[in-house]
């Protein structure tokens, strides 16, 4: 039970609508405005699940922020300003439904010479960081890259890298890059000699480049915590050593499972050492597998996923990503996605974690927003989501929810705000500037852009994205499913329709959106929380539940079960607060905007529908 100051607290929030502390300098500043008493707590991997400070499941829902660190037209940062970072971060929270971002980081600017760790770089990034802590964002960084450094292209390539130093490359004398013919950029991982050679280097140590690179980690981690305040960290849910490892290439022998087992479990053994020395021993790790574990495409696929590499226990996370190469390819995939298409992947991925002992994140998916494959996004990214809140297809979830699985946390890439409106010099040539899509690589993925008037809009179905889903339950989830009729076109999606069974739950959803959770209640006495889009007004919201059933749900109180309230960081954006007073009970709750003012008979129909299919199937 809390305490009586946390009482107090709570009933303080409630009245005033959020907690400041007068005069206090961006170093202490306190919890983001709107904040309950439940909110604020670090993040710790608990029996296999993320959890917050009140033993509440937790899923994290956001964006990568962003491919900008890839570029040098801002230094390596994801913003050109603070308050850059700030108009992001408010657009995240508020039109994209986040709790949570990847924040990329530079080597190559952290460590621009050997031995040097740039504070200003640090500095500036903390601030644009402090913009979404300040949201009510957590964040977890991630030393990003891809292709090991821009360095080792020339200004006339046909691509370019981002990550190590012009030192680091310099240190290998690597020969002159070239992929061939290549038509993806990925291609250059296994296929240029330069980059080959550069991963190999660094998972061997050679010229100490391993040892670098963990002291400017360690530097940053210790930054970042001297220079938050203790509020401020709690939100820093861990940190990701290392975007999508790959060996370079293999020693003779050496397998792709005996690779992670003798040098990239090792290198996060290190890694895990760092963060402990500086100050993060209660943060988790978010660990990548070797990046072609599961592709989805065969004759990528290496047999890996950290199979060797004993359990990771609670000082780890699983960190994967997942992209659908057939539907990229244009060629593997004819046609688009449909229910359940990555039903198959994603239960690996929640396999491979409680095998691990730990928790799940997918730190990047995503697909291609132009050119050729363009058409396929709607459908690929619903399928992506679908997948990330239940490992069954919608058609089957309402007969068998018991197989649903725990709801996988995930950060789309990407959230650029400067989406088409880049000025790059593609590897310092000033006679090839990129201001197009994301300007690296010709990739154009970003859910975001600025229009002509610099405000955020997004560049995909506000449904798609701003999501309904459980942020944080009391307990253990059971299942849960979403049904957001995004659109492919002028086609509305439903690949979850209420079945027959149910006429009632049926016809008080309609045409509308729902969301359904399941939940078994824990000991502990803050709410669970779902978040509502922005889409979702209040007064158009209905709640049927075993907890009461409410249209238009009432402002948060501690007497009120069913409730609405603001999420924390001011930005508007609100989440749907359900009390339960018990522990180990089955508890059920459908929020849908489907319903106009409905009928109090048609809500307590619907009720005992609900009510008898979780007896059912729970």
Not at 66 to 73: D, R, V
Not at 493 to 501: I, R
Request: include cysteine; charge should be negative.
């Amino acid at each position: 039970m809390p305490n009586l100051r946390a009482r107090l607290l709570a009933v303080l929030v409630v009245l005033s609508g959020s907690l400041t502390v007068a005069g206090a300098p961006p170093a202490t500043a306190a919890v983001p405005s709107g904040s309950l008493w439940f909110d604020g707590a670090p993040l710790t991997v608990r029996d296999g699940r993320l959890t917050d400070g009140q033993g509440r499941e937790v899923v994290l829902r956001g964006y990568n922020v962003s491919g900008e660190a890839k570029l040098a037209e801002n230094g390596g940062l994801p913003f050109a300003s603070v308050a850059d970072a700030r108009k992001s971060a408010t657009a995240l929270r508020a039109l994209g439904g986040g709790n949570t971002v990847r924040f990329l980081l530079s080597w190559a600017y952290a460590e621009p010479e050997r031995g040097r760790v740039d504070t200003a770089y640090l500095a500036a990034a903390t601030e644009q960081m402090r913009a979404f802590l300040d949201a009510g964002i957590r964040v977890y960084p991630d030393f990003h890259q891809d292709l090991y450094s821009r360095h080792l292209f020339h200004a006339g390539s046909w691509y370019t890298g981002d990550g190590a130093p012009e030192w680091a490359v310099e240190a290998g004398n690597y020969p002159k890059e070239s992929c061939g013919i290549c038509l993806f950029w990925g291609q250059n991982i296994t296929r240029n000699t330069a980059v080959q050679n550069a991963q190999y280097d660094f998972w061997h140590n050679a010229h100490g480049l391993q040892d670098a690179f963990l002291t400017t980690a360690q530097a940053t981690m210790d930054h970042l915590r001297r220079h938050l305040s203790a509020e401020e960290f709690a939100g820093i849910a861990g940190f990701d050593p290392y975007n999508e490892p790959y060996a370079g290439r293999y020693d003779s022998g050496q397998t792709s499972r005996t690779w992670e087992r003798d040098l990239l479990r090792p290198f996060y053994v290190r890694f895990r050492a760092r963060m402990d020395a500086a100050g993060w021993q209660d943060k988790p790790a978010f660990v990548e597998p070797n990046l072609f574990w599961n592709a989805n495409i065969s004759a990528q696929r290496q047999e890996s996923g950290l199979l060797d590499a004993g359990p990771l226990g609670s000082g780890y996370v699983f960190n994967t990503h997942f992209y659908d190469q057939k539907a990229i390819s244009g060629i593997l995939m004819w046609g688009k996605a449909a229910d359940g298409q990555y039903a198959a992947d994603y239960a690996g991925i929640r396999d491979r974690a409680s095998a691990a002992g730990t928790a799940a994140v997918v730190g990047e998916f995503g697909h291609p927003l132009s050119g050729t494959v363009s058409d396929k996004a709607p459908t690929v990214l619903k399928a992506m989501y679908q997948a990330l809140d239940s490992r069954l297809p919608g058609a089957g979830w309402w007969t068998g929810p018991a197989a649903s699985g725990p709801v996988l946390s995930g950060t789309q890439w990407q959230w650029d705000l400067y989406s088409g409106r880049h000025h790059e010099l593609m590897n310092g040539d000033p006679g090839k500037v990129l201001t197009t899509k994301d300007a690296w690589n010709d990739e154009d993925l970003s859910a975001v852009r600025l229009d002509d008037s610099g405000n955020a809009v997004l560049r995909q179905d506000a449904r798609l994205l701003d999501r309904v889903y459980p942020s944080a339950t009391a307990g253990t989830t059971l299942a849960f499913t979403y049904e957001d009729r995004s659109r492919d076109g002028s086609t509305t999606l439903t690949w979850n329709p209420v079945p027959a069974s149910l006429p009632n739950v049926a016809r008080l959803v309609g045409s509308g959106r729902y969301g359904v959770l399941v939940w078994r209640s824990g000991d502990g006495t803050a709410p669970t929380e779902l978040h509502l889009p922005a889409s979702f007004p209040t007064a158009a919201t209905t709640v049927v539940s075993d907890l009461g059933t409410v249209f238009a749900p009432p402002a948060y109180t501690s007497a009120e079960p069913v409730a609405v309230a603001p999420e924390p960081g001011g930005t508007g954006s609100r989440r749907l607060l359900l009390t339960d007073a018990d522990s180990g009970a089955v508890h059920y709750a459908l929020v849908t905007d489907g319903a106009t003012a409905p009928a109090g008979d048609l809500l307590s129909a619907a009720k005992a529908e609900l009510a008898a299919w979780a007896a059912a199937r729970f």
